[in-house]
């Protein structure tokens, strides 16, 4: 099939056979390049003319003799020979300054092979490590450096050349270039093409590793690989990670390339090789770190004077229920649960500031630590409220016993909330009793005397203890079954 497309003759429709040029290709291009010592120190010119104009006044002469009509008709044709001699004296010799070897000329063009050479060969791939993927495409953050694999093999035996040498020895230098998507052709070369773009138009870029070159492309530094022989035959693999960083988010076209030098002794003859191939994840989008939504210094500052200035109307309120404990009134509404109360209201409140989570213990010790303690709260409130409802439950009990004698209405809710207590005095009674002077808490008539019930502190407890237990249960098994952990919540682009 690429015979046939070949035999069609449509010029710019593929520039090799197999490259990754082609449609659908995956296989390398390789560029050569010439330097012919022997022409270069031998008697021809380098990139000087034989003499003369191209006006025709070859000889240099002085004259002032008028030129017949004759003689302005051959100008021209003299002109096109005088040319061409030269062009046959003269090779086109250009400096190319390069990584490996600063002082190669080169003589002539860089030939594009139509086909690598069987044991030339590259390819790499993406990072492994610390890439994310977004809408199906590979992205990696800027300002990072991440490690391209990369994997080579370089033959002598199928180059030109006897043995590999650069200006530090048997050398290979390797790189990952990355061009805008909406560049063309992404080869070795974007560094040489955005050079000479940029002398032309009398621009100096100050780069730091990782900025655009010329607005078009991105390359890592050069790796270099010491080859063990530099004469040695047959395929030679390497492996090596490339670093490479970009600082600027973007999407890219990623290849690979590396760049080789050999040399013939006998034929002075030196070559250049450039060999690319696209990356197999082609697409390569580099976006700026995520912006972490946090709260504000600020913020953090103003919320600790309001938890401060909480926590100290708390200890105050403390300091005074613990103070007057031993009055009367304090007495009857037992002390030492309002100090439980008040203690448990300090803990939640300094706990809060582990809302703002900055570790996995953070997460894991705020709903413990702020949560039992309101528990205690809560539990505190219901067990005063079922203590006032035991004091105060015989009197209610001969008026309700009085309001049903005479047909009154009994409210739904007040016989919910009776049963209620009633079952909260059978759950303090375990272990204990309530003491009841003046009769039980039956029927009565005021006529009998007084009637008086009295809960102990540790019958409060045991109620106080059971609508704690339940949240101290469920802390216990979520930090044993199911510990939380801080977590970043991305937006759809991860940015």
Not at 94 to 108: A, E, R
Not at 152 to 172: A, N, Q, W
Not at 253 to 281: C, H, K, P, W
Not at 416 to 435: A, M, N, P
Request: charged letters at 20%; glycine letters at 8%.
């Amino acid at each position: 099939l690429v015979d046939i497309v070949e035999g069609l003759g449509i010029p710019g429709t593929s520039h090799t056979v197999s490259g990754y040029d082609t449609e659908g290709g995956d296989e390398p291009i390789c560029w050569r390049g010439r330097s012919d010592l022997a022409a270069l120190t031998g008697g021809a010119s380098i990139g000087t003319d034989g003499g003369g104009d191209d006006n025709g006044n070859g000889d240099g002469g002085g004259g002032s003799e008028v030129p017949s009509r004759k003689q302005r008709q051959l100008r021209p044709q003299r002109t096109e020979q005088r040319q061409r001699q030269r062009s046959m004296n003269t090779i086109q010799a250009t400096p190319w300054d390069n990584k490996l070897y600063k002082s190669f000329i080169l003589t002539g063009e860089v030939d594009l092979l139509p086909q690598c050479p069987r044991g030339l060969y590259i390819e790499g791939d993406v990072p492994t490590s610390d890439v994310e993927i977004v809408r199906d495409d590979v992205m990696l953050r800027t300002g990072e450096f991440h490690d391209y694999n990369v994997r080579l093999s370089i033959d002598v035996d199928v180059m030109g050349g006897d043995y590999v040498f650069s200006d530090e020895g048997p050398r290979i230098a390797v790189q990952i270039i990355l061009c805008q998507v909406d560049q063309g052709l992404c080869t070795p070369f974007v560094h040489e093409h955005a050079n000479d773009r940029l002398k032309v138009s009398n621009i100096t870029e100050n780069l730091a590793t990782g900025d655009r070159h010329g607005n078009t492309h991105v390359h890592s530094p050069a790796v270099f690989i010491t080859l063990p022989d530099p004469s040695a035959g047959g395929p030679q693999v390497f492996d090596v990670a490339v670093p490479t960083r970009v600082n600027d988010p973007g999407s890219f076209f990623a290849i690979t390339a590396y760049q080789v030098f050999t040399a013939d002794g006998e034929s002075m003859q030196q070559y250049r090789y450039d060999v690319s191939n696209a990356l197999n994840t082609r697409l390569v989008t580099y976006q700026d770190p995520a912006q972490i939504l946090s709260v504000t210094k600020t913020m953090q500052i103003v919320v600790a004077v309001l938890i401060g200035l909480s926590v100290a109307v708390l200890a105050y309120i403390l300091f005074q229920t613990i103070k007057y404990r031993k009055t009367r009134v304090m007495q009857l509404s037992q002390a030492p649960f309002l100090v439980m109360s008040r203690i448990a209201a300090i803990a939640a409140t300094l706990c809060t500031f582990l809302f703002n989570p900055k570790t996995d213990m953070y997460c894991r010790l705020r709903d413990p630590l702020v949560l039992i303690p309101l528990q205690i709260i809560y539990a505190v409130m219901i067990g005063r409220l079922w203590r006032i409802s035991v004091v105060i439950s015989p009197l209610l009990t001969i008026a309700i016993d009085k309001d049903k004698d005479n047909n009154g209405p009994r409210h739904w809710s007040s016989m919910i909330c009776r049963k209620f207590f009633s079952g909260l005095t059978k759950v303090s009674q375990i272990g204990d009793k309530i003491s009841c002077r003046g009769g039980s808490a039956k029927r009565h008539s005021l006529s009998k005397g007084p009637l008086r019930s009295k809960v102990t502190n540790f019958q409060l407890g045991k109620v106080v203890l059971l609508f704690t237990i339940p949240q101290i249960v469920i802390q216990i098994l979520a930090l044993l079954l199911q510990p939380s952990q801080l977590a970043v919540t991305y937006n759809n682009d991860l940015s």
